[in-house]
Nanobody, 126 residues
Framework: QVRLVESGGGSVQSGGSLRLSCVGS????????MAWLRQGPGKDREAVAVIDHRGITEYADSVKGRFTISLDKFKGTLNLQMDSLKPEDTGMYYC????????????????????RGQGTQVTVSS
């Protein structure tokens, strides 16, 4: 059974930073695609950052240049460094993973992952 556990959410003022982490044994798999998803109030869940086992990354336009996704395969930890936060970044953030092959643009466009954590809340005030 795959279990993903997020931490690091909280409340911050606009312009601030937060670092999210997710622990999961699946992150040590030799071939895997991973992501951070976000669901804002009244919005659909979306992928904001994707990374595959080779370290290839993709970002949603709304977070490009402000968010950085990284993987520590030895520790089995997926991270999301969020800088220059804006009120529109507010939402529940989920880490996600899938053993299907990485296809450029697919996971960012669909947010379709087999495994997902319970989420951690991020609130950015103006």
């Amino acid at each position: 059974q795959v279990r993903l556990v997020e931490s690091g959410g909280g409340s911050v003022q606009s312009g601030g930073s937060l670092r999210l982490s997710c622990v999961g044994s699946i992150f040590t798999d030799p071939e895997i695609s991973m992501a951070w998803l976000r669901q804002g109030p009244g919005k659909d869940r979306e992928a904001v950052a994707v990374i595959d086992h080779r370290g290839i990354t993709e970002y949603a336009d709304s977070v490009k240049g402000r968010f950085t996704i990284s993987l520590d395969k030895f520790k089995g930890t997926l991270n999301l460094q969020m800088d220059s936060l804006k009120p529109e970044d507010t939402g529940m953030y989920y880490c996600a993973a899938d053993r299907r092959p990485y296809v450029s643009g697919y996971y960012l466009r669909t947010a379709d992952f087999h495994y997902r954590g319970q989420g951690t809340q991020v609130t950015v005030s103006s």
